[in-house]
């Protein structure tokens, strides 16, 4: 099974912009899958946000705001989340994953909004 | 609005069979090309996924998971159903039911259902 590597915590103020990272492993080609972003607030399930494979093949949740995106970093192997005027009720933890042969999940990310 | 239920045991004893339900209301579970799914989450940690199965029966499980776990469909109640056996505590965790849509999207959840593994 592939590890998908989130940072565990990050912080912005609100209003700022975060970037969030998920790192595949070396063996697994970012380019070649959809990464897919959920959020989660504590008590919920998760919710999901978007998923991108290239600007021209992405998709958004449902209600998701467009200051939700998605992008790749070929050069580091990693997608990105990123969220833009943060705002307190981005506080959550993000989870990234793919789809290779069966669903992997990163360990997620917790958004600290100061 | 689809909605998905989990319902079942909350306490399972080491070495016995966790069996949980997921309901599902707002639609057939047989229209549209869906999935569904399980995934579980320890309190405090990350996800895990389960496995998935579709209207037809096909499944596809978790490699770490596949030699205890089972997932079935029932479509006539609209429900599926998820067991593994010889649980541990290693198992306890929230479980929750989602529907796969469309480019793999899990786009309905349950709100999950905590399990626990204790003699």
């Known amino acids: 099974q592939p590890v998908l590597t989130q940072p565990p915590s990050s912080s912005a103020s609100p209003g700022e912009s975060a970037r969030l990272t998920c790192t595949l492993p070396?063996?697994?080609?970012?380019?070649?899958?959809?990464i897919y972003w959920y959020q989660q607030k504590p008590g919920s399930p998760p919710r999901y946000l978007l998923y991108?494979?290239?600007?021209?093949?992405?998709?958004?949740g449902s209600g998701v705001p467009s200051r939700f995106s998605g992008s790749k970093d070929a050069s580091a192997n990693t997608g990105i989340l990123l969220i833009s005027g943060l705002q307190s009720e981005d506080e959550a933890d993000y989870y990234c994953?793919?789809?290779?042969?069966?669903?992997?999940f990163g360990g997620g990310t917790k958004l600290t909004v100061l | 609005q689809v909605q998905l239920q989990e319902s079942g045991p909350g306490l399972v004893k080491p070495s016995q069979t966790l069996s949980l339900t997921c309901t599902v209301s707002?639609?057939?579970?047989?229209?549209?090309?869906?999935?569904w799914s399980w995934i579980r989450q320890p309190a405090g940690k990350g996800l895990e996924w389960i496995g998935r199965?579709?209207?037809?029966?096909?499944?596809n499980y978790n490699p770490s998971l596949k030699s205890r776990v089972t997932i079935s469909v029932d479509t006539s109640k609209n429900q599926f159903s998820l067991k593994l056996n010889s649980v541990t505590a290693a198992d306890t965790a929230f479980y929750y039911c989602?529907?796969?849509?469309?480019?793999?999207?899990?786009?309905?959840w349950g709100q999950g259902t905590l399990v626990t593994v204790s003699s």
């Open positions: 989602a529907r796969v849509g469309y480019k793999g999207v899990f786009d309905y």
């Open positions: 707002g639609g057939s579970i047989s229209s549209g090309s869906y999935f």
């Open positions: 199965i579709y209207t037809s029966g096909s499944t």
């Open positions: 070396s063996d697994i080609n970012v380019g070649s899958y959809n």
């Open positions: 991108y494979y290239s600007d021209s093949d992405k998709g958004q």
């Open positions: 994953m793919i789809w290779p042969s069966n669903v992997v």
